[in-house]
């Protein structure tokens, strides 16, 4: 009985995530994921009880996938080339999964809307992005290809979400400025990366 009701949840989560990615969350309602799932809306609603808690775990599971997929860390590269690797997975991502960074700017602003804040399970999944750069960061330190920090945390919160908020910056469909059509949205994430693997990398490797 357990296996059944953690595959039904599963299979509602899996649903919600493809849809929430091809639309926008307010689009979709618990009536869209109870009819693609060929769940019961009731079912659906005692297994989350409200929408949120939907968008919530649907939002872990992608942030996890997107771990699992992109964020990988190689025992094989320098600390340099690991962290390399690790901001360059945002260009990536936003080139090849783009619907990754619309959703969380749709989720950001539901959020805000919604009497709710991210569970544990979702805050996990996002430390999981830290653990990447902090193998890559330590090694690093070691090998002595790249700078010691005297405030690692700051660091990698400034520039990831630096580097995150202009993702979903330039993932938006819509342009807000005249300005917004006037650059390459690879360009200017690259560009970024550039600049934050400058200020880390040791001079002797530069």
């Known amino acids: 009985m357990r296996k059944v009701k953690e595959s039904t949840r599963e299979k509602l989560i899996e649903v919600s995530k493809r849809l929430f990615l091809e639309k926008t969350i307010s689009q979709v309602t618990i009536q869209d994921i109870a009819l693609e799932s060929k769940i019961g809306e009731a079912t659906v609603y005692r297994y989350f009880g409200k929408k949120i808690n939907l968008v919530v775990a649907s939002a872990t599971s992608i942030s996890k996938d997107v771990v699992k997929d992109y964020f990988i860390f190689s025992d094989n590269d320098s600390g340099y080339e690991a962290i390399k690797r690790f901001y360059g997975i945002y260009l990536y991502v936003y080139e090849n999964y783009i619907d990754y960074f619309k959703f969380l700017n749709d989720f950001d ?54 580097l995150l908020n202009l993702c979903k910056k330039v993932a938006k469909e819509k342009s807000i400025l005249k300005s917004d059509n006037l650059y390459d949205g690879k360009k200017i994430i690259k560009n970024l990366i550039n600049i934050i693997l400058k200020s880390l990398k040791k001079e002797e490797e530069r």
């Open 109 to 162: 602003s539901y959020l805000e809307i919604e009497p709710k804040s991210a569970d544990d399970e979702y805050e996990d999944s996002i430390n999981a992005y830290k653990e990447v750069f902090l193998k890559g960061y330590e090694k690093g330190v070691l090998d002595n290809t790249i700078l010691k920090l005297d405030d690692v945390d700051t660091f990698y919160y400034s520039t990831t979400l630096a």
